[in-house]
């Protein structure tokens, strides 16, 4: 990739400590020899005799930019290289559907997959919902050590990918950054992968789609769960 005149600019700022480190880079022997003085050539070159320079503020304002791109860069560089923390690490866990998270956390964190969650049981209320939940996403937004350690129970909520409460019958659906949700479709309920532009079929008597995989989990904690699985292809 060719290297931009913008972060060239930005190096050869860099570079120098003070604004008269930059003049003196403009600054030529033959300048100091005939006028016997490295200020007066130094003046000579801040009022443009040789060319267009910064001025001492815009010098500053520049040099300042420069450096947080500099910092910028060098932090996204440091993140990258931090090895990933997941909420599932270290955790006994013991049910099929925690398990089931646990395992694809990782890629779920870090784009390899993005899975949609389906939930149905009851909540707090003791009223019967079902949802589906963008996994990915929601792991972006939301603390899951609780999840994992038990503290809380996963459940699907009105700006999830889709919710239904059974007794209320309040319905709501909700594109995500990752899933594009198609709900008038005459096959039923779709979701389309924002990235590839793939579909994702949650019908139990069709297939999931291209690079999906559907899995129905036995679960103590839930009365019916099953995950879709949308891997992404690199190329």
């Known amino acids: 990739m060719e290297y931009s005149t913008a972060a060239r600019f930005h190096d050869s700022i860099i570079q120098f400590k003070t604004y008269d480190d930059y ?48 910092a910028t860069k060098s932090n996204t560089l440091f993140n990258r290289s931090r090895p990933m923390t997941l909420a599932s690490a270290g955790k006994e866990l013991k049910d099929n559907f925690l398990k089931a998270l646990a395992e694809r956390e ?34 972006k937004t939301q603390d899951f050590e609780p999840y994992f350690s038990g503290k809380k129970r996963l459940m699907p909520g009105r700006s999830d990918l889709c919710y ?54 036995q679960s103590d904690l839930y009365i019916h769960v099953v995950i879709y699985d949308h891997n992404i292809r690199t190329v």
């Not at 022997?29 to 490295?38: E, I, T």
């Not at 899933?179 to 096959?187: C, G, K």
């Not at 309920?189 to 129905?216: A, H, Y």
């Open 23 to 70: 003049l003196d880079s403009k600054v030529t022997p033959m300048d100091v020899f005939y006028l016997k003085s490295r200020e007066l050539a130094r003046e000579l070159v801040e009022h443009g005799h040789k060319g267009t320079v910064l001025s001492r503020e815009e010098f500053e304002e520049k040099k300042a930019a420069a450096q947080a791109a500099e």
């Open 106 to 139: 990782e890629a779920n964190r870090s784009g390899k997959m993005t899975s949609v969650i389906f939930i149905r049981d009851h909540n707090t209320l003791g009223q019967e919902v079902s949802g589906y939940i963008d996994y990915a996403h929601r792991l």
């Open 164 to 217: 239904y409460n059974w007794k209320t019958q309040v319905s709501t659906s909700n594109s995500s950054p990752n899933f594009e949700v198609i709900y008038d479709d005459p096959n039923g309920l779709l979701f389309k992968n924002k990235r590839d532009k793939k579909i994702l079929n949650v019908d139990p008597l069709s297939g999931p789609g291209e690079d999906s995989n559907r899995t129905f989990l």
